[in-house]
Structures are given as structure tokens and as C-alpha cells.
Nanobody, 127 residues
Framework: VQLQASGGGLVQAGDSLRLSCVVS????????MAWFRQAPGKEREFVAA????????YYEDSVKGRFTISRVNAKNALYLQMNNLKPDDTGVYYC?????????????????????WGQGTQVTVSS
């Protein structure tokens, strides 16, 4: 299984971006999927996750109400719609897959449960 992330860019505070992550060699609906980000000099942090099957979602507190994670099974694609972006949202965004989907809901923010990672896409938000 491979993940290919795209959609990053340089935007101003208040703007929107949509990140995409295409899954190849597997079926996205069978995996828990997540977005993480890493800012310069900081540790990687959880952003959002969507569970296999029913697709329930989970968000880090600072992005609730601004970001939306979704997937389109027919396209084998994961998305992160980011609205009202802030400078603190700057970082490299990574998509990740937990396969088979072993993580319980409370473990979804834990990066160690994900075994496949995409290459990352840079998001820069200027003030």
C-alpha cells in the first residue's frame, strides 16, 4: 500500500486549502486513516482521523470546526478540507493508514498505530 499526499501550498491567514491523499494497492474504506502535521522544530502531531467502515471522525481540539476529514471510497482518496487557516497550522501534513484497522477510537491520535505513511505536503500560512 502506498499513500500519495498533495494539495499543500502558501496561503494567507483566513484562507482555505484542501489536501488529498490517494491510496494505491489497497482499499481505503478498510483502513483507519488520519492526517498528522509537523511544524519546524516541533514533534509530529495528530490532526484528524476517520475510521474504517462507518467513517466516524475524530479531531484535534485546535482544528475542530475549521477542518473536515473525509474520504471517497470510489476514488480511494482521503481529504482534509482546511478553512480559516491560521499561522499555527503551518507544517508538513502527512496522511497515514492503520491497516488492518486495529486502533480503538481513543487510540486514533497515536501515530504509532499507523503503519503506512505518505510523503507529506507542505502547508504554509502567512499572517
Amino acid at each position: 500500500v502506498q499513500l500519495q499526499a498533495s494539495g499543500g501550498g502558501l496561503v494567507q491567514a483566513g484562507d482555505s486549502l484542501r489536501l488529498s491523499c490517494v491510496v494505491s494497492g489497497g482499499t481505503i474504506g478498510h483502513y483507519n486513516m488520519a492526517w498528522f502535521r509537523q511544524a519546524p522544530g516541533k514533534e509530529r502531531e495528530f490532526v484528524a482521523a476517520i475510521r474504517a467502515g462507518g467513517g466516524s471522525t475524530y479531531y484535534e481540539d485546535s482544528v475542530k470546526g475549521r477542518f473536515t476529514i473525509s474520504r471517497v471510497n470510489a476514488k480511494n482518496a482521503l481529504y482534509l478540507q482546511m478553512n480559516n487557516l491560521k499561522p499555527d497550522d503551518t507544517g508538513v501534513y502527512y496522511c497515514a493508514a492503520d491497516r488492518p484497522p486495529v486502533a480503538i477510537y481513543s487510540s486514533l491520535p497515536n501515530g504509532r498505530v499507523y503503519d503506512v505513511w505518505g510523503q507529506g505536503t507542505q502547508v504554509t500560512v502567512s499572517s
